[in-house]
């Protein structure tokens, strides 16, 4: 292949993954699908695969583990949510394999383990929810180009407990939290630290809680430096593992960062995100994102699949005045 069309297929698969953009702003080159710039700043790393004739491989820090809150989610498993999440990026990586006959890998790096005492998840939760995550990614037609990594998948850490691991992973590559905050107050992560310590406070904000606001409020702030400094310390990792990869998130990033924001599920809300909330079947074959509480004030009703609840299904439709119409 020549370099230009190197650079042509590399510019393809781009263009395939920022359909899906979770985009920061919508200012600038930012404003254009797909963005110029956006495209611009991962099309080197593309073009080393493309022109290695190699999958495209990707990681994706994300599918943690669900919210404990069950106003949010049906429970500690994976569910409808996260296969339809599956599905999309199994979608993508089927596209890709249409303009880059080697295709791509999706790798997803499942970050609960790195900071479950954090977001207050039981560790066994963790571990069946990774265990749930390959059954369905199991499921998946094949070949899915998708592939799941946990904490515990470094040798190194092998028969370790689970806060040791998180222990060596913050002694290796944890930057210090005083340091952090002071990023913080100055501005940097704002929009990441905002968008975490609302995740904290509304899953600790259960019918249980007993608790002040203030209370619950300066807590989830405490542990959202703890949840940012983990991620980062995980990101840091995950670049040291799979140097060359292109790195997917699940939340907006600026114009042409280094990491790209992409959606998993369609979403009302730009950070909701599959293990926040729950799939509700909206009618008309599509599916949404929404909060439990949301999917149950407008009388969506269960549905259960494999013995276990799965999602919500709407019984009227969304909007009867255009439907009629
Ligand atoms: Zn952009």
Known sequence: MSDSDVTRVARGVMELVLRHQRKGQRTGTCALTPCPDCRDAHVARVERYVAAGEPVRFVLPAFPGKSPNTAKVLGFLPDKAEQLALEFLSGLTADIREVYAPGAEILICSDGRVFSDAVGIPDEHITAYQREM????????????????????????????????????????????????????????????????????????????????????????????????RSKAWGDLLADRFPGALRLSIHPQPCGAEKLGIHLVRTPDNWLTPWHSVALDTGDGDYVLVKRSEAEARGAQLVRAGGRPSHYALTEPLAPATAAA
């Open 134 to 229: 390959q059954a369905l990614i199991d499921a998946l037609p094949r070949p899915s180009g998708i592939g799941l990594f946990n904490l515990e998948d470094l040798p190194e850490l092998a028969g370790l407990g689970h806060d040791r691991m998180r222990e060596i992973l913050s002694e290796r590559y944890a930057e210090p939290l005083e340091q952090l905050r002071k990023r913080v107050r100055a501005g940097e992560e704002a929009p990441l630290y905002r968008a975490i310590t609302r995740f904290l406070f509304e899953d600790g904000n259960t019918p249980e809680y007993t608790g002040s606001r203030a209370a619950l409020q300066r807590d989830a702030r405490a542990r959202a430096y703890v949840v940012i400094q």
